[in-house]
């Protein structure tokens, strides 16, 4: 069995132990111009015998797989957010079931073009799947401003 790995969007997520909460999960239309705190929850499956520490990167592209780049002021380049998590648990031969790790990445915030589609990519290890992959838009301009009016 080889790595996998789910991922959800969420306003905010933290981990205790090795479980995992969230707030305002599922969400895929970022509104407003400016990226406010978020968060991606992640729960990791490693085979028993790959036990350890393992590398997680995250990587912003656009909807045809570029890398998203905010420059200064308001961004620190190509947005890229990188962690290691030690997995561990028994190693017994006799289980077969994966060990799980819960990660929590927080988000900074930071301004992403209206009107435009991207996504979250997941690496572990420098190996990614298809579906490690979270996609989500930003509204334009008018959806905005008719979500706003709606809202009052």
């Given at each position: 069995?080889?790595?996998?790995?789910?991922?959800?969007?969420?306003?905010?997520?933290?981990?205790?132990?090795?479980?995992?909460?969230?707030?305002?999960?599922?969400?895929?239309?970022?509104?407003?111009?400016?990226?406010?705190?978020?968060?991606?929850?992640?729960?990791?499956?490693?085979?028993?015998?790959?036990?350890?520490?393992?590398?997680?990167?995250?990587?912003?592209l656009?909807?045809?797989?570029?890398?998203?780049?905010?420059?200064?002021?308001?961004?620190?380049?190509?947005?890229?957010?990188?962690?290691?998590?030690?997995?561990?648990?028994?190693?017994?031969?006799?289980?077969?079931t994966?060990?799980?790790?819960?990660?929590?990445?927080?988000?900074?915030?930071?301004?992403?073009?209206?009107?435009?589609?991207?996504?979250?990519?997941?690496?572990?290890?420098g190996?990614?799947?298809?579906?490690?992959?979270?996609?989500?838009?930003?509204?334009e301009?008018?959806?905005?401003?008719?979500?706003?009016?709606?809202?009052?």
């Open positions: 069995m080889p790595i996998d790995a789910d991922m959800i969007l969420c306003e905010a997520a933290t981990t205790a132990g090795n479980a995992l909460s969230l707030i305002g999960g599922a969400w895929m239309v970022r509104p407003g111009p400016q990226m406010g705190l978020s968060a991606i929850a992640i729960v990791l499956r490693v085979p028993r015998r790959q036990a350890g520490r393992h590398d997680v990167r995250l990587e912003l656009d909807y045809d797989g570029n890398v998203v780049e905010v420059e200064p002021p308001n961004g620190p380049g190509p947005i890229v957010l990188e962690e290691s998590v030690a997995i561990e648990g028994r190693t017994d031969s006799t289980l077969r994966p060990l799980v790790a819960a990660m929590a990445v927080s988000i900074p915030p930071f301004p992403l073009p209206e009107g435009q589609e991207f996504q979250w990519r997941l690496s572990v290890d190996r990614t799947k298809r579906h490690w992959t979270i996609p989500f838009r930003t509204l301009a008018s959806e905005f401003a008719l979500i706003a009016t709606d809202q009052t």
